[in-house]
């Protein structure tokens, strides 16, 4: 055995912190959503799902994953960026004109709008903050 008999535990455990230190910095970067509902048909199916990279780059057409909206107050009541996800799509970004309405969206908003009309969205829940907006749909499923 000798003196390099501690190489290979001390070699497994600094190999099983890298593994655990990158799956780690994989779960930050992405995720993975289920598609709950009908709200993105045609473009997303009920049942499918959409890999999502976090991103501050969001344009007007992107597919986002966001925090769900309180019921009540909407996306005025800013939350911790965490489950249940929505997957809604952007109709305008900030100083951008309020899809059929008045007014324009505020400075650090975006307007986000389901592709199915009769999904829940800025419609019901106003301009969501971009700190509760996830990242941006790389691939759906």
Known sequence: MGSSSWLFPVLLIAAAA????????LRRRWTL????????????KDG???LAKRTRRIAVGDVVVVAAPDPDLGWAEVR???APWWIKRVAAGPGDPV?????AVPAGHYYLLSDN???EDSRRHGPCPEQMIFGTMVHGF
Request: no cysteine; net charge negative; charged share 30%.
């Open 117 to 119: 009309p009769e999904g």
């Open 99 to 103: 899809p059929g309405g008045d007014g």
């Open 18 to 25: 890298l593994v655990a230190e990158s799956v780690r910095q």
């Open 33 to 44: 959503v289920k598609v709950e509902g009908r709200s993105m048909e045609p473009a997303l």
């Open 48 to 50: 499918g799902e959409v």
């Open 80 to 82: 911790r960026l965490k």
